[in-house]
């Protein structure tokens, strides 16, 4: 198992841009997938994007293609989440996710989670 810790949440208006850094501890993240997730308030936790960090490919749901951009650091064993045109709707716990295979949009297929990151954006 990895240890992932996340960073970088926040309030932000409608518009504007954050980024989400996971910090992946314990053990090299080579042949790992890592995601993002993100879960409203009495909603499902719903896939965002995800990288392979073997060689960089990537996905991303659909509602966030254009302005959401994952990508990843080998020096710091971080990936990010660089979101820009945030939407109220955008609003939620951000999750970081690791798992030994390839990426999938599955929650349930990823092992290793961190804390969360509250991300807010106000109309």
């Known amino acids: 198992q990895v240890h992932l810790v996340e960073s970088g949440g926040g309030l932000v208006q409608a518009g504007g841009s954050l980024r989400l850094s996971c910090a992946a501890f314990?053990?090299?993240?080579?042949?790992?997938?890592m995601a993002w997730f993100r879960q409203a308030p009495g909603k499902e936790r719903d896939f965002v994007a995800a990288?392979?960090?073997?060689?960089?490919?990537?996905s991303y749901a659909d509602s966030v293609k254009g302005r959401f951009t994952i990508s990843r650091d080998n020096a710091k064993n971080t990936v990010y989440l660089q979101m820009n045109s945030l939407k109220p709707e955008d609003t939620a716990v951000y999750y970081c996710?690791?798992?030994?295979?390839?990426?999938?949009?599955?929650?349930?297929?990823?092992?290793?989670w961190g804390q969360g990151t509250q991300v807010t954006v106000s109309s």
């Open positions: 990288i392979n960090w073997s060689d960089d490919t990537t």
């Open positions: 996710a690791a798992r030994i295979a390839t990426m999938t949009p599955f929650a349930a297929d990823f092992g290793s």
């Open positions: 314990g053990r090299t993240t080579s042949g790992y997938a």
